[in-house]
């Protein structure tokens, strides 16, 4: 496993900006930024192949977030603009050797979370 830690998580108010962070004692094939709501099942945001730089977003974010990597700290940033209520939820950073996935069970290394909430 790798050890993920996510910080940026805060208040704001529908239509601005955060920037969250997940730093990695190293990064595996795959990177991801997960959510989950009180009572709710772990829903995936972001999926990114740390090799090609590609991201994968969910359709619920698309247009409003980037996911982005600075590979000299293996950081995994993820940045959302246009928040809205419905984005509230603790952000977690997951990280697989595998291909991306959007079941959360397919990963095993997770961080803490970030909560996010938008009022």
């Known amino acids: 496993h790798v050890q993920l830690v996510e910080s940026g998580g805060g208040s704001v108010q529908a239509g601005e900006s955060l920037r969250l962070s997940c730093v990695a004692t190293?990064?595996?094939?795959?990177m991801a930024w997960f959510r989950q709501s009180p009572g709710q099942g772990r829903e995936g945001v972001a999926l990114f192949y740390t090799g090609n730089g590609l991201p994968v977003l969910a359709d619920s974010v698309k247009g409003r977030f980037t996911i982005s990597q600075d590979r000299s700290n293996n950081t995994l940033h993820l940045h959302m603009n246009s928040l809205k209520p419905e984005d509230t939820a603790m952000y977690y950073c997951a990280a697989r050797p595998g291909p991306c996935a959007w079941q959360s069970g397919a990963y095993m290394s997770w961080g803490q979370g970030t909560q996010v909430t938008v009022s």
């Open positions: 190293k990064f595996l094939n795959c």
